[in-house]
């Protein structure tokens, strides 16, 4: 029998391929980046070349993790701000003191970035104001950017340079948070973070963000993630350069599927970057429209969001609607029914990112429509205390469901929303199988899904949801050899246990890129 050529083999494994065909197998061989085979161990001998060998002694080994929906940008400029978020701030005067230090190594006058903060989780349990960052910070403009990144505090000097003051109306979309006695800004903005980053601070310098991005491609590659899926709305041709000089100069390691906001649409298509443009490491995805009800009502309406969506579907692009709330879930359906009656397409792939609220007769209004609903298990159990206590009981059964989606024949793809959580696909993984809350709290138990279905969701389903499953996904001859090892086997520990599973290795493209000391 004729031998392979093989770069790199992965043997003594136990493989989970999330190939039905072949759900197990003990060896992995790569060549030119790419699986050649799949198979038993005896197979070792079939292989020629001189082969890197990793003997994975028992270890699991997994398709590489397929974040869905992060925003790299933005958790590249965390990367590079003040750290406010729950694992570094209990309280108002821990903000202060962190910013209070940035302040003495920042020249007098020059913006501070802070993020990271929730409210729900510190010992005052409201948001920070002016007066609180104008305590730590009277002679820098700070902006503090809550962890949702859908609202953020700006002390006095800050409101002051973006011209926000007692006569300024609530912007389209947006609400100036204003005290009660005096009618001034508190400083609190929602559905502002955006504009304030577009309109008023001075954007990162090129090395600084190049700087950020490598060290949130770290981050991803240490947690097994092997492509990214971003997700911001403000991304256009300028990112999309960026990310382009980062790949040309080998810096960009998951792969990454830029989705980009429909302003940039026109501009995108008349540069000549079409669905699918790029390559494998780098490549455009979808339209990425945000909907919200910050306030009061939806923004866009209705009829713009119907236009916007078959503006794109027109022109054969995917979108990628932003929708938590139950009437905003309603409005994606809306318009996708909208766009799919006046130009039928069967095998679209519209997404609805979050689809945090969705009672049973919208979801079965999802599967008619063929929608992949994009979700984020690992907030269950990042914020599922304060979901408990504010999600009203007659909601909670229909919060970020999973069993019902998979049971109701939707297609699911899994995701972090990273920097607003972790970028812990395993924490997603533990979440979707245990329901179950940091504090140890459990909501709705009956949406729980196997530890099989949750690593498929992390997967096959992100691969999926961006026309990829030909490329990745799953562990088979012919795709790419993005792959993870970890301690131990998911589908085969106590459904507790899974949040401590390490990731021991992670390849791309057949390249070990990150090993655990």
């Known amino acids: 029998m004729s031998t392979q050529s093989a770069d790199l083999v992965l043997y003594n494994a136990n493989v989970l391929t999330m190939a039905p065909q072949q759900p197990r197998a003990e060896l992995v061989a790569v060549s030119a980046g790419g699986i050649i085979r799949v198979g038993p161990n005896d197979d ?35 990367l590079l701000s003040v750290d406010c978020s729950p694992a570094s701030v209990v309280s108002i005067p821990d903000i202060q003191e962190n910013i209070r230090q940035q302040v003495e190594r920042t020249p007098r006058g020059t913006w501070i970035r802070a993020s990271g903060y929730n409210e729900f ?50 912007p389209p979309g ?9 009618g001034e800004p508190s400083g609190i903005l929602f559905g502002m973070n955006s504009s304030i980053n577009e309109q008023v601070m001075p954007p990162l310098g090129e090395e600084e963000l190049r700087q950020g991005i490598k060290l949130a491609n770290k981050d991803f590659i240490s947690c097994g993630i092997t492509s990214v899926q971003d997700a911001t709305v403000r991304n256009g041709f300028e990112q999309w350069q960026t990310f382009l000089r980062m790949k040309e100069k ?3 390691v998951p792969r990454i599927t830029m989705m980009f906001g429909h302003h940039a649409l026109a501009d995108l298509e008349e540069r000549g970057l079409g669905p699918g443009y790029g390559d494998t490491g780098l490549r455009l995805g979808a339209v990425k429209l945000t909907l919200d009800e910050t306030s009061g009502q939806l923004n866009p309406s209705q009829e713009e969001l119907n236009e916007a969506v078959l503006m794109a579907h027109r022109g054969v692009f995917q979108v990628a609607i932003h929708a938590v709330e139950e009437g905003t879930v309603e409005a994606a359906a809306n318009a996708l029914e909208y766009c799919l009656h006046i130009s039928p397409k069967v095998d679209h792939r519209h997404r609805v990112e979050h689809c945090s609220v969705c009672p049973p007769p919208l979801l079965r209004r999802l599967r008619d429509i063929g929608a992949v609903v994009v979700t984020q298990p690992a907030f269950i159990y990042y914020s599922g205390e304060r979901y408990l206590q504010e999600v009203p009981d007659t ?84 795709k790419l050899a993005d792959l993870v090892v970890l301690s131990a086997d998911p589908t085969a520990i106590a459904p507790e246990a899974i949040k401590g599973i390490e990731v021991e290795r992670t390849i791309v493209g057949g390249q070990v890129v990150w090993e655990r000391q």
């Open 44 to 78: 070792l001998d079939l292989l020629g070349g001189r082969p890197k060998r990793i003997d994975c002694e028992g270890r699991t080994v997994i398709p590489g993790f397929n974040d869905a929906h992060a925003h790299i940008l933005s958790y590249a400029s965390s």
């Open 250 to 252: 080998g810096e960009l």
């Open 174 to 182: 947006g609400l100036i948070d204003r005290e009660l006695e005096t």
């Open 121 to 170: 989780y510190l010992a005052e349990h409201r948001h920070p104001t002016r007066h609180d960052l104008d305590r730590a910070a009277p002679h820098h403009p700070v902006k503090l950017s809550h962890r949702s990144l859908h609202a953020c505090v700006l002390n006095s000097l800050a409101l002051s340079l973006a011209g926000i003051s007692i006569e300024t109306p609530d």
């Open 395 to 478: 909601r909670l059964p229909w919060l970020y469901r999973m069993s019902s989606f998979l049971e109701g024949g939707l297609r699911l793809a899994g995701s972090s929303d990273c920097p607003v959580v972790p970028c812990k696909p395993l924490v997603g993984v533990y979440a979707a199988v245990n329901r179950r809350a940091e504090n140890g709290q459990v909501l709705s138990p009956e949406e729980a899904v196997t530890p099989e279905e949750a690593l498929q969701i992390y997967t096959a389903g992100g691969a999926y949801a961006s026309f990829e499953e030909g490329l990745k996904g799953s562990i088979e001859v012919g």
